[in-house]
């Protein structure tokens, strides 16, 4: 069973650029399909990247172009890198690992593996 941490929030300007890191433990992360999602106070849980055992990618279309995600199976880590952030980017962000089923790699809110979380806060 895998165990998430996530680390490399915090509060940028308007414009700015974060980068996050999901460091696995107890299992490696080449055996899971990954993601990271993100929930403001008051609305539900959102996914902003997925990136699958592959290294195939999805973004929604709110951060594509601005955020990457990578996966670095040799140091056990998830990286998000997030470009060009805006105050609607703020939010607790939350690393999420799934095992792949019957060859397909899904990772949603219903992905049973999860980290604690760490705040992004953007300011205008």
């Known amino acids: 069973q895998v165990q998430l941490q996530e680390s490399g929030g915090g509060s940028v300007q308007s414009g700015g650029a974060l980068s996050l890191t999901c460091a696995a433990s107890g299992d490696s992360i080449s055996n899971y399909c990954m993601g990271w999602f993100r929930q403001a106070p008051g609305k539900g849980r959102e996914v902003v990247a997925t990136?699958?055992?592959?290294?195939?990618?999805l973004y929604p279309d709110s951060v594509k172009g601005r955020f990457t995600i990578s996966r670095d199976n040799s140091k056990n880590t998830v990286n998000l890198q997030m470009n060009s952030l805006k105050p609607v980017d703020t939010a607790m962000y939350y690393c999420?690992?799934?095992?792949?089923?019957?060859?397909?790699?899904?990772?949603?809110?219903?992905?049973?593996?999860w980290g604690q979380g760490t705040q992004v806060t953007v300011s205008s």
């Open positions: 999420a690992a799934n095992s792949p089923r019957f060859g397909a790699c899904v990772v949603n809110k219903y992905s049973p593996y």
């Open positions: 990136i699958a055992i592959n290294g195939g990618t």
